[in-house]
Every structure is written in C-alpha cells, then in structure tokens.
C-alpha cells in the first residue's frame, strides 16, 4: 500500500523558516518524481517545486530563491525547506508522487498526501 505523510506544517510569524517532510511508503522511492503543491482558501491547488530522479528541481516563480526541494533517497523522504516566509504562504502543502515528470507537473500524479497546513502570520 502506497503512502505519503507530510510533516513539519504549523504556524510561523512572516520571515520566518519552515521544513516539511514526506514520508514515503509501498514505492520504489529512487525512480519516482517528486512534487509539492499547495492549495490557500479559497483557490486552485497549485504547484510550489518538483524534483526528478536525477534531482533535477524547479520552482513556482512565487517561491524561486526561497524554497528549496531535496529529496533523500535513502530515507524515502521528501524535503521542502521553506525561508522568508510570507502571508501569502499560508496554505495546505501537499507532496505528489508518480513516474512520470510530467504527471507531477500536471497534477495528473498517482499518489497524493493528506497535506499539511501552513500559517504565516503574525
């Protein structure tokens, strides 16, 4: 049975710094790509950052130069190290999963997480 858990959501003040995790279970974790999406009241869910099995990583421009992707295959983890947070941050953080890159991209991914909410505010 497949599983990704997301941890490391909580509430942070604006210019702070945040970690998530996704923790993965029942895939072969080194030959899939990886992604995080985010979905904020209210909106579309909407793709923050993918990695590939060469680890290979892109970013939303919204969060170029803030959030940094990385993968650990020896732990089948997940990363998203989040930095000068700002309110507009505030969302639910998912981590996606497939074989296929493109399918990440598109949010076509076969495995999804439950997510992890994240609140910047002061």
């Known amino acids: 049975q497949v599983q990704l858990v997301e941890s490391g959501g909580g509430l942070v003040q604006p210019g702070g710094s945040l970690r998530l995790s996704c923790a993965a279970s029942?895939?072969?974790?080194?030959?899939?790509?990886l992604g995080w999406y985010r979905q904020a009241p209210g909106k579309q869910r909407e793709l923050v950052a993918t990695?590939?099995?060469?680890?290979?990583?892109n970013y939303a421009d919204s969060v170029k130069g803030r959030f940094t992707v990385s993968r650990d295959n020896a732990k089948n983890t997940l990363y998203l190290q989040m930095n000068s947070l700002k309110p507009d941050d505030t969302a639910v953080y998912y981590c996606?999963?497939?074989?296929?890159?493109?399918?990440?991209?598109?949010?076509?991914?076969?495995?999804w997480g439950k997510g992890t909410l994240v609140t910047v505010s002061s």
């Open positions: 029942g895939i072969l974790f080194h030959i899939f790509a």
């Open positions: 990695v590939d099995t060469g680890g290979n990583r």
């Open positions: 996606s999963a497939d074989n296929s890159l493109s399918s990440v991209r598109s949010a076509l991914a076969g495995y």
